[in-house]
């Protein structure tokens, strides 16, 4: 999901935005021949990820900058496990301090919240998907996290599969004139799938052979009327009020996949440090 190409490109406006002119602090106390030692560290539980993303920000600022990682993306770490040693030119290596940790914390913090809710499905086959109320620009690393946190993926971007919700509906008319609309225009390669509110908009959207159907803030009770009545002829996915408190009920009425806007826009960073 993250190519080597992408990460340099995001990392290299990063550091643009980071270092502006220089700075001016580390470039005024380091010298040239001035080395540390220093090592990666885990203050609290949580998934890894984001090692590459790491690396890269070191890799563009100096050559001389050594790394060892002890665990990979996707690994449980421990409060207090050293996950990596790091050494070289002290000037760039406190340049890259603050960047390496941003991408590295956030990721892990997304993809450590992804995990408490894929895990509070238990013992049901739902899948936990993301949404995009993402961060501009940094959709790629947001979902890459929560793909390694053991979630899977809803639309990376507005071309991929078409979503008919309620503003849509109004505009078209219907949910039967949106679909027919679509159907006729877009690729056989995309899907169709239908925001419904209501049992009986679910019946419509039947009819018009969604490839999906959304069940959006109903209670328990109607999503489970709802797959009884959808009975496997569309993907049924479950969004809104979509909580670790709640989300365990929402898989028990059967439904295929449960989006939730939580594990990234309200994922804490992980605490990770790097001490000299």
């Known amino acids: 999901m993250l190519s080597r190409f992408y990460i340099e490109e995001h990392v290299r406006e990063a550091l643009k935005e980071d270092i502006g002119f220089g700075d001016i602090t580390t470039e005024n106390l380091a010298g040239e021949n001035n080395y540390l030692e220093g090592f990666l560290n885990t203050r609290t539980d949580g998934v890894l ?21 002890y665990f990979k993306d996707g690994d449980i770490i421990k409060k207090g496990d050293k996950l990596a040693d790091i ?22 913090g997304i993809a450590t919240e992804t995990a408490k809710y894929q895990d509070a499905i238990a013992p049901y086959s739902a899948k936990i998907v993301d949404t995009r109320k ?5 959709r790629a690393f947001e979902k890459y996290s929560v793909k390694t946190g053991g979630g899977a993926l809803h639309r990376f971007n507005l071309s991929d599969c078409a979503m ?6 109004r505009l078209a008319g219907s949910i039967t004139n949106a679909v027919t609309k679509l159907r006729a225009s877009i690729s056989h390669a995309h899907k169709i ?84």
């Open 193 to 276: 799938e239908v925001e419904c509110d209501t049992l009986e908009q679910v019946k419509e959207a039947l009819e018009c052979k969604a490839d999906i159907i959304m069940l959006d803030n109903m209670s328990v009770e109607m999503m489970k009327t709802a797959c009884e009545l959808i009975a496997g002829r569309a993907i049924v996915e479950a969004s809104g009020n979509v909580h670790l408190d709640t989300v365990n009920a929402i898989a028990s009425t059967g439904v295929d996949i449960i989006s939730s806007s939580a594990i990234v826009a309200k994922a804490p960073t992980l605490d990770i440090g790097l001490d000299i």
């Open 164 to 169: 008919i919700k309620d503003n849509h509906i």
């Open 87 to 108: 050494s070289g030119p002290a000037k760039e290596l406190l340049m890259g301090e603050r960047l390496s940790l941003n991408y590295i914390q956030r990721m892990s």
């Open 49 to 69: 990820c984001g090692v590459e993303v790491f690396k890269t920000v070191y890799d563009m600022l100096s050559k001389d900058i050594k790394i060892k990682f």
């Open 134 to 138: 993402t961060t501009p620009n940094f």
